[in-house]
């Protein structure tokens, strides 16, 4: 099922984006490799001024609700 999701950028990552695709943020972020995004716009507008609006087709999805969810895995 796909979802509308956001992505925040800065105004230069977004052009390189719509130019050469997303690259996946590696092992060492805060949940591992892949592209972040959110279902919450004002989520998305705290990592840049710039919201690229996503039609995410999502595989296995875990949900985290809190740092607390997190960490307890």
């Avoid at 998305?44 to 039609?55: E, P, Q, S």
Wanted: hydrophobic fraction near 30%; charge should be positive; glycine fraction near 8%.
């Amino acid at each position: 099922m796909p979802y509308t999701m956001y992505h925040g950028t800065s105004e230069e990552r977004a052009r390189s984006i719509l130019r050469n695709g997303f690259n996946q943020s590696d092992e060492s972020k805060m949940l591992g490799r892949g592209v972040y995004c959110s279902r919450e716009i004002e989520k998305a507008r705290h990592y840049g001024d710039v919201i690229l609006v996503l039609n995410v087709d999502c595989g296995k999805v875990k949900r985290y609700d809190s740092w607390a969810d997190l960490t307890s895995n």
